[in-house]
């Protein structure tokens, strides 16, 4: 789940809201991943109503949420819809997959060939990404060029290129 990497290729897991299979990488929408904390992190569920509230906005950039929680109970809501969905991941086998540690926090954007462009990991403060950020990367994903998209990475110190 590093910058760089694809969203790993999950089959073979069911969702628990209703038994759908879950294809990272097959909705040709960008992707915003929200892994919360175990069930009754108040932070958490509250980065994840930000989340959801900018979902018309992230819509109208081929951004779409997907919220995976202890279970899909603890983050549905009624908002919860095509573009936000809500997986639970109580035996963690999802974060296994993903090769994420059972209890962390971690945001993750991708776009829709699951090229993961930002992630980050909440820390001590919960401090993820903040939402309007989320925002401009999505806008920024989905406005790349497909044929010649790169990684727009800063490497090293560019002002010793010459
Ligand atoms: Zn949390």
Known sequence: MDIGNLLPWISGLNDDDGGRPLD??????????????????????????????????????????WLVGETADDLATPSADNVVRVTGDADRRLRQRCGLPPDEARLVIADRWGQIWQTAVADDHHVLVDPADVLETTKWIATQCPECETLDQPIGDWSSVR
Do not use: K
Request: aromatic share 12%; proline share 2%.
């Open 24 to 65: 990272w990488r097959d909705t040709r929408r960008n992707r915003v991943v929200f892994f919360t904390h175990p069930a009754g992190c108040a932070d958490c569920s509250d980065y994840a109503r930000d989340l959801m509230e900018l979902r018309d906005r992230l819509s109208s950039w081929d951004g779409d949420v």
